[in-house]
């Protein structure tokens, strides 16, 4: 099992910056994949980004938007920068075992993290 615990979100305007941070319980977190997502009211889940021995990203945050992790730290962070309304979301975090393929779909991976709110304003 692997816990998930989003922190970092809030309330920005827009072209401000804000960075997620994600802490895993897994004693082996550098051999998940781990991403994020998001999900807007009304809307489905949509991926964000996510990393592994590469990262990805949706072509809607590429050059703004950054995923990282620290494996000493267990942790996997989204700097989010040039911020726009239209980012506005419940962001999560998600781990796949590394063995399987970097997907962007929710159904992809096997743990969650409870979300963290991001609401952006114009």
């Known amino acids: 099992q692997v816990q998930l615990e989003e922190s970092g979100g809030g309330a920005v305007q827009a072209g401000g910056s804000l960075r997620l941070s994600c802490a895993a319980s897994?004693?082996?977190?550098?051999?998940?994949?781990m991403a994020w997502f998001r999900q807007a009211p009304g809307k489905g889940r949509e991926f964000v980004a996510a990393i592994s021995t590469s990262t990805y990203y949706a072509d809607s945050v590429k050059g703004r938007f950054t995923i990282s992790r620290d494996n000493a730290k267990n942790t996997v962070y989204l700097q989010m920068n040039s911020l726009r309304p239209e980012d506005t979301a419940v962001y999560y975090c998600a781990a796949t075992p590394g063995w399987k393929s970097v997907r962007p779909n929710p159904d992809s991976y096997d743990y969650w993290g409870q979300g963290t709110q991001v609401t952006v304003s114009s």
């Open positions: 897994a004693r082996t977190f550098n051999l998940f994949h």
